[in-house]
């Protein structure tokens, strides 16, 4: 058809017609417009999950202690204080040394033979405010029993009948379990007398203090001033009933450190005063109790102080740590 084309039209009017049938075949026919690559990816593709966010690692614990080498000094410094011993304060020899003081000089003033009444009067150097404060305190004589002297301060109010039965309980249960577990005190002591004197005082200053035992009392008062010169322990009567079974925990307590100063003068406070909360225990007494609230209490809001120190200072009233570690030990 071409040839014909090109046979019979003009040379001007052919080319016009090819270029016309040219450019119609050359135009694209009319289609959907197609999608943007991007919608078409996210149809077709399979979604990749996201990585997860990698943990924080920790370092490797080690398996054993890291050891920090010392020297061969140190080791044997160590070996040295492990094997030396510890001798007791010899207040004895410190008199002889630093004064001057012979042995003669340092022989108690006691009567060899002493017989005491009830009803009799005598004076004592108390620790008045627990701090090293010693006052004369004036005492009555009210009771005698198997093993112990009964003293009241004369300020002090205190019913015989109780007294008598505080006594009674003190020789039936204290003596016996004390003295089968610990030992017994020295005897005939210093005074030269096989019972020891418990004094009974009413301090309000005090506080919370049941009482105390000082070893001040086992030396004459050439070597210690404020010595009593004699076997004994001090109570607090504003604490407890006489006749109570906590008031025989404390006579327990008290009494264990005089038998152990006999056995150990040279003990450590904490085992010395945990042997005595267990005096307290073996006498059937529950935990003493401070303005309302038990050792254990104040024990469980501090348990991690240390058992085997203690401080050996006096605390005040409103330091507590010296209650729990009571409560510690028992």
């Known amino acids: 058809m071409l040839k014909l084309l090109v046979a019979f039209l003009p040379k001007k009017l052919f080319l016009t017609i090819f270029l016309i049938l040219i450019t119609a075949c050359s135009t694209p026919s009319e289609t959907d417009t197609p999608e943007s690559p991007t ?91 627990l701090k090293g404060d010693y006052r004369p305190l004036p005492a009555r004589l009210r009771h005698i029993s198997d093993s112990a002297y009964w003293w009241v301060s004369v300020t002090a109010n205190a019913d015989d009948e109780e007294i008598i039965a505080a006594a009674q309980n003190f020789e039936d249960e204290i003596v016996k379990i004390n003295r089968l577990i610990f030992g017994n005190e020295w005897s005939p002591g210093i005074d030269n007398d096989r019972r020891i004197h418990i004094l009974m005082v009413q301090e309000i200053n005090w506080g919370s203090k049941y009482g105390y035992f000082s070893n001040i ?74 303005w309302g609230t038990n050792n254990a209490m104040i024990f469980s809001q501090q348990p991690n102080i240390q058992l085997t120190s203690r401080p050996e200072v006096r605390l005040g009233e409103e330091d507590l740590s010296n209650f729990a570690h009571y409560a510690a030990a028992r």
């Open 217 to 290: 009392n086992e030396f004459p008062t050439s070597v210690e001033p404020n010595s009593n010169q004699k076997e004994m322990f001090i109570i607090n009567l504003g604490a407890v009933r006489i006749d109570s079974i906590a008031f025989a925990g404390e006579l327990a307590h008290e009494y264990h450190h005089l038998i152990h100063w006999n056995h150990d003068s040279n003990e450590d406070v904490w085992w010395n005063e945990a042997m005595s909360e267990l005096a307290i225990f073996l006498a059937g007494a529950q935990p003493k109790k401070i």
């Open 39 to 129: 919608e078409a990816v996210q149809e077709t593709a399979t979604p990749v999950p996201a990585e997860p966010t990698p943990l924080p690692t920790r370092e490797p614990i080690p398996e054993v202690l890291i050891r920090i080498p010392v020297p061969a000094s140190a080791e044997q410094t160590a070996a040295n204080l492990l094997a030396a011993e510890h001798p007791p304060l010899d207040r004895y020899r410190l008199a002889q040394e630093l004064e001057g003081m012979t042995r003669a000089e340092q022989a108690p003033d006691v009567p060899l033979n002493p017989e005491y009444q009830v009803d009799d009067r005598l004076d004592f150097m108390i620790n008045k405010d």
